[in-house]
C-alpha cells in the first residue's frame, strides 16, 4: 500500500521501544536535537508524552509493542514511520549503540530520506487478534511435536523404539504396545500430548468458524489442492487487502520467496531465497507445495515443479518445492482478487489447444 510521506518535515522524532519503558529524541527542521525524553510503553504513558505534541513525523523501529503504538501514534494524529529492522543496519551494528543514540539515529534517518528505513505497514487490530488464533494454534502444534521426539529419544537411550505412527496416534499406539511404563513420566508425557491434541483440534473448529464468518474469501483460495482452512486463513489475514498489490508475482516477493542478489561485474551467483517476508505463512506455503509435489493431484503447479526437478542441478526437488511455493503465493492471490473458478490444468489446456 502507498504510504504519503511528507519531503521536510518540521519535527522528527525517533523512538527507541523498550518493554518498560521507550527513549525518544527529537530533532528540528534543522537536524539539530531539541529535546529527549522517555515514557511508558503502554498506552496511557504514550498518551501523556505525545497527547499536548503537534503533528510531526515520528520514527520507530519495527517490534512486539510497534503495531498497537504505531496505530495510538497515527489516532493522536502523527506521521508514523515504522522501520524495517532488517534494512537498518547502522543500529543493529552499531558499536556505540544505547537507547538515546538508536532513538536519535531513528530520528536522523527518518528525517534525511524515510525509504533508507524501507518502511512497513501492520495489520489492522482486528486482524492482528484473529490471526493470534493461528499462532496459538502453531505453538501449541510445535510443543506436541517437541514432546512426541522427547519420549522417542528417552526410549531410543534405553535400547527401545516406540511404535511408529501419526503424532496425533502416538499415545495410543504406545499404550497398546505395553510401553506406558517404560520409563518414569512417559505416562505424564502422554496425558500432556492428547490434551495439546484435543486444544488443536478445538482451536481448528474455531478456525474454521472464523474462516466461515468473518474471511469468506478463503473458501475462493481452498479451491487449490493443498490449500486448507489453516493456510487459506494465514493468507488472508497476512495480505489483508488483494488490492495492496497491483501485480500478483509481486506477493511472492513479498513474502521472502525471491532469490537474493548479490551481482558484481559479470558475477551472478545463484543464492537462496531472502526471507525477508512473514515466516509463518511462508512455511505453510512450502508445505502446500510440498503435497502438491508428492501426493497431489495432477495440476499446472505440479507439472511445473516436475520441470524444474528434471533438469537437474543443485538440490532440484528443493529448487522445486521453492518454486511451487512462490508460484502458489501468486496463484492464491490471482484467486482472491479475481473471484475465479479455479482450473487445475488451464495453462496445460491452452498450450495443448495452441499445438
Not at 473458501?219 to 500478483?248: C, H, M, N, W
Amino acid at each position: 500500500m502507498t504510504k504519503d510521506i511528507t519531503l521536510t518535515p518540521e519535527t522528527t522524532i525517533g523512538i527507541d521501544l523498550g518493554d518498560r519503558y521507550s527513549h525518544s529524541c527529537v530533532l528540528d527542521s534543522i537536524g539539530e536535537v531539541r529535546e529527549r525524553f522517555r515514557f511508558e510503553t503502554t498506552h496511557s504513558g504514550l498518551a501523556q508524552a505525545f497527547k499536548e505534541r503537534p503533528p510531526c513525523r515520528v520514527v520507530l523501529e519495527v517490534g512486539t509493542h510497534s503495531p498497537w503504538l504505531s496505530r495510538d501514534l497515527k489516532a493522536l494524529g502523527h506521521e508514523v514511520i515504522v522501520a524495517n529492522a532488517r534494512e537498518v543496519q547502522s543500529i543493529s551494528k552499531s558499536d556505540r549503540k544505547n537507547d538515546a543514540a538508536d532513538a536519535e539515529q531513528l530520528a536522523r534517518l527518518g528525517r534525511a530520506d524515510p525509504k533508507l528505513l524501507h518502511p512497513i505497514e501492520h495489520r489492522r487490530e482486528d486482524t492482528q487478534r484473529d490471526r493470534a488464533l493461528l499462532a496459538v494454534r502453531d505453538k501449541l502444534v510445535r510443543t506436541r511435536a517437541s514432546l512426541v521426539v522427547q519420549a522417542r529419544g528417552l526410549a531410543k537411550g534405553l535400547g527401545e523404539r516406540l511404535p511408529k505412527g501419526t503424532t496425533q496416534t502416538m499415545p495410543k499406539r504406545v499404550r497398546e504396545a505395553g510401553f506406558e511404563d517404560l520409563f518414569p513420566g512417559l505416562s505424564s508425557l502422554l496425558e500432556v500430548i492428547e490434551t495439546l491434541g484435543e486444544k488443536i483440534r478445538g482451536l481448528d473448529r474455531q478456525i474454521e468458524q472464523l474462516s466461515k464468518q468473518r474471511y469468506p474469501e478463503t473458501a475462493l483460495l481452498r479451491q487449490v489442492g493443498g490449500v486448507g482452512p489453516i493456510t487459506s486463513l494465514a493468507y488472508v489475514l497476512t495480505i489483508e487487502d488483494p488490492k495492496r498489490f497491483s501485480r500478483s508475482r509481486s506477493v511472492g516477493v513479498y513474502l521472502g520467496m525471491r532469490p537474493r542478489q548479490r551481482d558484481s561485474g559479470e558475477r551472478t551467483p545463484q543464492l537462496s531465497i531472502s526471507k525477508a517476508g512473514d515466516r509463518y505463512l511462508r512455511s505453510l506455503l512450502v508445505e502446500g507445495a510440498q503435497y502438491i509435489l508428492s501426493i497431489g493431484p495432477d495440476c499446472d503447479l505440479r507439472r511445473y515443479g516436475q520441470r524444474i526437478m528434471e533438469r537437474g542441478g543443485r538440490a532440484p526437488y528443493q529448487r522445486a518445492i521453492v518454486a511451487v511455493a512462490r508460484k502458489l503465493a501468486v496463484l492464491l492471490h490471482s484467486l482472491w482478487r479475481t473471484a475465479e473458478v479455479y482450473e487445475p490444468l488451464r495453462q496445460a489446456n491452452l498450450t495443448q489447444a495452441a499445438a
